[in-house]
């Protein structure tokens, strides 16, 4: 059974940072990372492959940096200079090779959370003004 736990989440203040951890049970092509605010959408905010192709949501403007250790199946979300409206919960969410794979384009195609089957529970990140 395919496992993603997230950790890293807290209450910060804004101008803070955060490091969002992702452990999965199982080696994944295709990582990614959304998050979903009060009454909003889920929505995209980083990708990555384990070829080390990445993307990132327009809003995200130098501020968050995704990683991922294949050697341990793990991704990680670096989040600086935090601002109130990243208040959300933070899920990751991961694919298969099989699944995933789009060539060139297969980062891109990882902001979409209809592209994922297997998801976290989330991590919570609440910033204060």
């Known amino acids: 059974q395919v496992q993603l736990v997230e950790s890293g989440g807290g209450s910060v203040q804004a101008g803070g940072s955060l490091r969002l951890s992702c452990a999965a049970s199982?080696?994944?092509?295709?990582m990614g990372w959304f998050r979903q605010g009060p009454g909003k959408e889920r929505e995209g905010v980083a990708s990555?492959?384990?070829?080390?192709?990445?993307a990132y949501a327009d809003f995200v403007k130098g501020r968050f940096t995704i990683s991922k250790d294949n050697a341990k199946n793990t991704l990680y979300l670096q989040i600086n200079s935090l601002k109130p409206e990243d208040t959300a919960m933070y899920y990751c969410?991961?694919?298969?090779?099989?699944?995933?794979?789009?060539?060139?384009?297969?980062?891109?195609?990882?902001?979409?959370?209809?592209?994922?089957?297997?998801w976290g529970q989330g991590t919570q990140v609440t910033v204060s003004s």
């Open positions: 969410a991961a694919e298969p090779f099989s699944s995933c794979y789009r060539g060139a384009d297969t980062a891109v195609h990882g902001l979409s959370p209809q592209n994922y089957k297997n």
């Open positions: 199982s080696y994944f092509y295709c």
């Open positions: 990555i492959t384990s070829d080390l192709d990445t």
